[in-house]
């Protein structure tokens, strides 16, 4: 009767070790599929906000910023372009352009960045003889167009411009800003370019 107690006291530790032994590998499968779904979880976005925007706005736009620049310049005869931006939001985008007269007189055009329709000009309220003939000045200087600005920042750098302005460097050379955005990574790169040479005077990437 003894030994008889005794075989099935071994037989019960048996099997208590048994199964002590499979609750231990599933504990640990579950504690190695808890620490992945912690890490996955706990994981940055793969975009920023600003990416994800980018990435939001820009294949909405159907009209590039060359066909928004011929829209606002035709609506100011005899005008230029000094600047322009595509802005939001994504289900509404549009490019905010501001084209100056050879007198230095500037005006806004917002054109549709999905049907290419240029809106009306509004002139510019707030400036003054100085503000006009700078920016007359600047015309004068800029021997290199938006367009060939462009074109230099893009050999640079494949993607699509979302803004391109005159402004003038700290010794009086007008220059172009271009901002080209790349959308493999959606980041963008800002260039700095003499606007009487095309020489590249900054480079700038944005990953933010």
Do not use: F
Request: glycine share 8%; net charge neutral; aromatic share 2%.
């Amino acid at each position: 009767m003894a030994r008889g107690t005794a075989l099935l006291s071994a037989a019960a530790a048996a099997g208590a070790l048994l199964a002590g032994c499979g609750n231990g590998a599933g504990g640990d499968t579950a504690q190695a599929g808890d620490a992945e779904a912690a890490r996955i979880a706990a994981s940055p976005s793969t975009l920023t906000q600003d990416q994800t925007e980018r990435k939001r706005l820009i294949p909405a736009a159907k009209k590039g910023w060359e066909q928004a620049l011929r829209a606002a310049v035709a609506t100011v005869p005899k005008s230029e372009l000094v600047s322009i931006k595509l802005k939001g939001p994504a289900d509404r985008p549009r490019w905010k352009t501001e084209v100056v007269t050879a007198d230095g007189a500037a005006h806004t055009v917002r054109v549709d960045a999905v049907t290419g329709k240029a809106g009306k000009a509004q002139a510019e309220t707030d400036q003054d003889a100085d503000d006009k003939q700078e920016l007359a000045g600047w015309l004068k200087k800029a021997t290199v167009t938006p367009q060939q600005a462009a074109q230099t920042a893009t050999d640079k750098t494949k993607g699509t411009v979302t803004a391109v302005k005159l402004d003038d460097s700290d010794g009086g050379t007008p220059t172009w800003s271009v901002d080209v955005v790349s959308t493999d990574d959606w980041n963008k790169t800002t260039y700095d370019i003499d606007a009487t040479n095309r020489k590249v005077l900054r480079e700038h990437v944005d990953r933010d």
